[in-house]
């Protein structure tokens, strides 16, 4: 059975750089796309974007923090870098696995809580 | 960025059926059959109901339906349970850039 899961420094301070990883099991990484979304206190989720292995993303371009993903083999991993993260960057980030053809996240995490906060 | 509109609430009795609407736009729903719905119990991840419009992954009960007409979907929940209380979220393709996009959510109360 497959699941992933997420870890990050929780605290962030702002102009800093948030990472997060996320550790998948069950399943190895190059099979599948893989997307990141994030949830405020109280708010909508929000695509962040998706990576596979070759190199494929989408970032979503409302964001206003820069963000890049990529893959850690060795470890079966995905990671979510933002950079200059900001108050408005403080949410709960989920790493899910993404369903390309037809745009749904089919597993998830159980997400990873990240306050940027100085 | 463009969003999907939900009700903040719905609510209804054990045994009874609730519909949820998603109102999107041609951006979206009313072009593509890229809807899915996910619940999410306070403080769980979100699960995956329906994807593709209609369609439920294994496991989850034919008791979740879904349904599109023009712009607006639909999730309908019949033969409501007390453990299907828990927040609502449509989300849609986007061809405005954002690829994918979010409803606001919808809190179910099963009274």
């Known amino acids: ?118 | 960025q463009s969003a999907l509109t939900q009700p903040a609430s719905v609510s209804g009795s054990p045994g009874q059926s609730i519909t949820i609407s998603c109102s999107g736009s041609s951006s979206d729903i009313g072009t593509y059959n890229f809807v899915s719905w996910y619940q999410q119990h306070p403080d769980k991840a979100p699960k995956l109901l329906v994807y593709e419009v209609s369609h439920r992954p294994s496991g989850v009960p034919d008791r979740f339906s879904g349904s599109k007409s023009g712009s607006t979907a639909s999730l309908t929940i019949s033969g409501l349970q007390a453990e299907d209380e828990a927040d609502y979220y449509c989300s849609s393709f986007s061809n405005t850039g954002t690829l994918v996009i979010f409803g606001g959510g919808t809190t179910l109360t099963v009274l």
């Open chain 1, 1 to 118: 059975q497959m699941q992933l899961h997420e870890s990050g420094p929780g605290l962030v301070k702002p102009s800093e750089t948030l990472s997060l990883a996320c550790t998948i099991s069950g399943a190895s990484v190059h099979e599948y796309y893989w997307g990141w979304i994030r949830q405020a206190p109280g708010k909508r989720l929000e695509y962040i974007g998706f990576f596979f292995l070759s190199g494929t993303t989408n970032y979503n371009p409302s964001l206003r923090t820069p963000v890049t993903m990529s893959v850690d083999t060795s470890k079966n991993q995905v990671s979510l870098e933002m950079k200059s993260v900001t108050a408005a960057d403080s949410a709960l980030y989920y790493c899910a696995r993404f369903r390309r053809g037809d745009y749904y996240f089919d597993v998830w995490g159980r997400g990873t809580l990240v306050t940027v906060s100085s």
